[in-house]
């Protein structure tokens, strides 16, 4: 769909950067590691605090601790997601920007329970490192019972996507300054074992591939 | 300060993670590039949108649209500027996280105007793009008119800083399975010159070094 599900997921500024497309929704999203989360306080507050999130078809998922304040909001919320692609140089300080890709979310969450709770936890393990819940111990019935998770629709999510040097006001273009883009990413560095084993034993596979991968988007 | 400013500053889950040393928390803003500005909109919904920012002394600087809904806010508002410094690697799920540096400014967002609201602007550039203030074209007067410029606070400011390896449960650290950190950066790539010069010119100097200072960070 290139129009936006419903008047509040449209975009306000820079519509002309808007992607309402699914599949480059969920691209995003799995690129993403770090999604902020916006609650509203009963006192009427924003609170925004980063997370860690998973996509499970046509919902997003996040999860933090039963005592946490935000968690147990029930009132609608705002997922963002933003990755940072670029720093954009333009001949004029107005038009220098960054180039990104965010995904916005609204939606009211859904508290999992049960089977759905334990799968949507194994789902959001496999988001931040693939493959590892086949090399570690799962959830105990202690830990399910200390953690909430969320599913949150993502009928009402909308993109904004900024690529390539700036838009240069046609008046600067033939000033004496450099013009360009500093492309940013985020890159792993070798995986630093714990002190627990003397000497560390090798890093194994699937922790080599999650470092592969994260080099590779 | 090692104390929050005020109760409603405190950190609520994660004590033990809580900064509130004013270097600190400027220490992780000067690191970071992006934040992401929560508000609440006048249907009582948050939204959450990343943004550029910079500091002034006690104080955070954001900027957008005149247009921009949410820049019409004058409620208080909350900005998140996160850093992801790892992936956390534990024997169990539960205890697998991320290593991240955080900062949570809860403030009221007072409108800049005249000379406040340019010096602003040329701070805004200068926590982007440094140096690049001496070469480029400085903000028109319809520039100026079609930005807002908030100042917030950093007097509501907390930090939450987690390193090192997963916290791991005692009974877990004789399985069989590695532990440890994936340390994660995010790095430039070499500068891409726009299409509006050919050939392109070398790479000025003050390019080179904001390429340089984001690689050291």
Redesign the interface.
């Known amino acids: 769909m290139m129009e936006p599900p419903s008047p509040k997921t449209r975009v306000?500024?820079g519509a002309e950067r808007a992607v309402y497309d699914r599949d480059a929704i969920v691209a995003i999203l799995d690129a993403g590691?770090?999604a902020?989360?916006?609650?509203?306080t009963d006192a009427?507050?924003?609170?925004?605090?980063?997370m860690?999130y998973a996509i499970d078809g046509d919902h997003l998922l996040v999860h933090?601790?039963v005592?946490?304040?935000?968690m147990r909001t029930r009132?609608?919320?705002?997922?963002?997601v933003?990755i940072?692609d670029g720093?954009v140089?333009?001949?004029?300080?107005?038009e220098?920007s960054?180039n990104?890709r965010?995904v916005?979310v609204?939606g009211a969450p859904e508290v999992l329970v049960g089977d759905e709770k334990r799968e949507a936890?194994?789902r959001l393990?496999d988001k931040?490192?693939p493959g590892?819940?086949d090399?570690?111990?799962?959830?105990?019935a202690k830990?399910l019972a200390a953690?909430t998770v969320w599913r949150i629709s993502l009928s009402e999510a909308s993109a904004k996507v900024r690529t390539g040097?700036?838009d240069?006001d046609p008046g600067?273009?033939d000033?004496p300054?450099?013009?360009?883009?500093?492309?940013?990413?985020?890159?792993?560095?070798?995986?630093?074992?714990?002190?627990?084993r003397s000497p560390?034993?090798p890093?194994?596979e699937h922790?080599l591939e999650?470092?592969t991968r994260?080099r590779a988007t």
């Open positions: 306000q500024r590691l770090v902020h989360v916006g609650i509203v009427g507050a924003p609170v925004v605090i980063p860690a933090g601790s005592a946490s304040r935000l009132s609608p919320v705002c997922v963002t933003t940072l720093l140089v333009a001949r004029s300080l107005f220098s960054m990104y965010s916005v609204f936890l194994l393990s931040l490192l590892r819940v090399h570690a111990r799962g959830p105990s830990e953690t040097p700036a240069e600067d273009v000033l300054f450099w013009g360009g883009v500093i492309p940013v990413r985020l890159v792993a560095g070798d995986p630093e074992p714990d002190a627990l560390p034993p890093t194994p922790i999650i470092v994260l």
